[in-house]
């Protein structure tokens, strides 16, 4: 079955797996001090600068590690309320950290300083949480990005008001292909304290990157990995998947592919009277509302979520591998059922 369910639903790069197959020969240093782990921070620090780097396993876990980098238990997490760490990792950074998050209704997933503004009231009040971070997605789970402009005018916001900026860069790549400028232009040279740096979504099996670039959230990170469970033993692995994502731009080619096939997606869907395109395509996801009887049938040929069962807006995703032959027949049956 066809998938526009989401980009995790879509396999590994072959140059990924074998970038897994060339490390998988004789013995090497574990957790963390093997070659391939030095060579990926190496990488890193070319495109980025300097910073820390660790690996984990999962986006959750990324985010969990940097947040608590950022925060003690007193302190709160300010973002929005569609953020994945707030409405899809199960309370994993509050039962982790012991921090609050502060969570804000958007309209198109995206934060701005005046959204934030009113939460700063709390600030001093001993029986108010402390807001120290605020939390954003980049592409958001709305599938729209941020501009440069916006994204530094918040880190200028929070670093005013003495807080972190954390960037959960599960869609990064999507996000820096539409932007059209380097991984570093959208991020550290932006403000951005903390991030993590998607793999799973963008042709890896398994792995994603914290990635510090504030000295002062640097030293304890280690620790908090290891405490929560996120420090892999075989540790080449991951690092060796990264080394082929960024190695030829492999991270930009996927990226700008699926950001073009939501772009396609988006073009032929707009075409159909009766579907109405409900947020702005920036990335790989296109969100929509269409004709509630066409949904099930829709669903029981092509996998993907109604995103909001109150409005039935519906989210398509496209991956690196979704092609252009996939997207048309998708359009072509879903105006079939339409009438
Ligand atoms: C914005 C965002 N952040 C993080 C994640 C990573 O989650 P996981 O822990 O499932 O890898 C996802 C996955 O859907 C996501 O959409």
Redesign the pocket.
């Given at each position: 079955m066809k998938s526009f369910a989401?980009?995790?639903y879509s396999g590994i790069h072959p140059d990924i797996l074998n970038a897994i197959i060339s490390a998988n020969a004789d013995h090497e240093i574990s957790y963390g001090d093997d070659i391939y782990t030095q060579q990926a921070h190496q990488l890193f620090e070319s495109i980025f600068g300097d910073l820390t780097l660790l690996f984990t396993?999962?986006?959750?876990?990324?985010?969990v590690i940097s947040l608590k980098c950022c925060t003690l238990p007193f302190q709160a997490v300010v973002c929005a309320e569609t953020?994945?760490?707030n409405a899809?990792?199960c309370g994993?950074p509050t039962q982790a950290i012991g921090c609050t998050l502060l969570t804000i209704p958007t309209s198109n997933g995206k934060l701005t300083p005046e959204l934030i503004q009113p939460l700063l009231k709390r600030i001093g009040n001993v029986h108010n949480t402390q807001p120290k971070v605020i939390s954003i997605?980049q592409?958001?789970?709305l599938g729209t990005v941020y501009t440069i402009d916006e994204l530094t005018g918040l880190c200028n916001f929070a670093h005013e008001n003495d807080m972190y900026v954390h960037l959960?860069?599960?869609?990064i790549s999507n996000a820096v292909a539409k932007l059209g400028v380097s991984l570093k232009e959208a991020t550290v040279d932006c403000g951005v304290d903390i991030m993590?740096f998607?793999g799973?979504?963008n042709g890896l099996l398994i792995g994603?990157a914290v990635l510090i670039f504030n000295d002062k959230l640097k030293a304890n990170a280690p620790y908090f990995q290891k405490q929560s469970a996120q420090l892999f033993s075989k540790n080449r692995f991951v690092a060796t998947q990264f080394i082929a994502l960024l190695n030829n731009d492999l991270w930009l080619r996927m990226a700008t592919h699926a950001n073009c096939m939501a772009q396609l997606l988006y073009n032929e869907v707009s075409k159909i009277s009766g579907v109405t395109i409900t947020q702005s395509v920036d990335a790989n996801a296109v969100f929509a509302i269409i004709p509630a009887h066409s949904i099930e049938p829709l669903q029981q040929r092509y996998r993907f979520y109604v995103w909001d069962e109150k409005t039935t807006e519906l989210r398509w995703m496209c991956s690196f591998d979704t092609t252009e032959e996939e997207v048309m027949d998708f359009v072509g049956y879903l105006k079939s059922l339409i009438y």
């Amino acid at each position: 079955m066809k998938s526009f369910a989401s980009d995790n639903y879509s396999g590994i790069h072959p140059d990924i797996l074998n970038a897994i197959i060339s490390a998988n020969a004789d013995h090497e240093i574990s957790y963390g001090d093997d070659i391939y782990t030095q060579q990926a921070h190496q990488l890193f620090e070319s495109i980025f600068g300097d910073l820390t780097l660790l690996f984990t396993f999962n986006g959750t876990g990324a985010n969990v590690i940097s947040l608590k980098c950022c925060t003690l238990p007193f302190q709160a997490v300010v973002c929005a309320e569609t953020a994945h760490i707030n409405a899809d990792e199960c309370g994993a950074p509050t039962q982790a950290i012991g921090c609050t998050l502060l969570t804000i209704p958007t309209s198109n997933g995206k934060l701005t300083p005046e959204l934030i503004q009113p939460l700063l009231k709390r600030i001093g009040n001993v029986h108010n949480t402390q807001p120290k971070v605020i939390s954003i997605s980049q592409s958001t789970e709305l599938g729209t990005v941020y501009t440069i402009d916006e994204l530094t005018g918040l880190c200028n916001f929070a670093h005013e008001n003495d807080m972190y900026v954390h960037l959960d860069g599960a869609r990064i790549s999507n996000a820096v292909a539409k932007l059209g400028v380097s991984l570093k232009e959208a991020t550290v040279d932006c403000g951005v304290d903390i991030m993590s740096f998607g793999g799973t979504k963008n042709g890896l099996l398994i792995g994603e990157a914290v990635l510090i670039f504030n000295d002062k959230l640097k030293a304890n990170a280690p620790y908090f990995q290891k405490q929560s469970a996120q420090l892999f033993s075989k540790n080449r692995f991951v690092a060796t998947q990264f080394i082929a994502l960024l190695n030829n731009d492999l991270w930009l080619r996927m990226a700008t592919h699926a950001n073009c096939m939501a772009q396609l997606l988006y073009n032929e869907v707009s075409k159909i009277s009766g579907v109405t395109i409900t947020q702005s395509v920036d990335a790989n996801a296109v969100f929509a509302i269409i004709p509630a009887h066409s949904i099930e049938p829709l669903q029981q040929r092509y996998r993907f979520y109604v995103w909001d069962e109150k409005t039935t807006e519906l989210r398509w995703m496209c991956s690196f591998d979704t092609t252009e032959e996939e997207v048309m027949d998708f359009v072509g049956y879903l105006k079939s059922l339409i009438y």
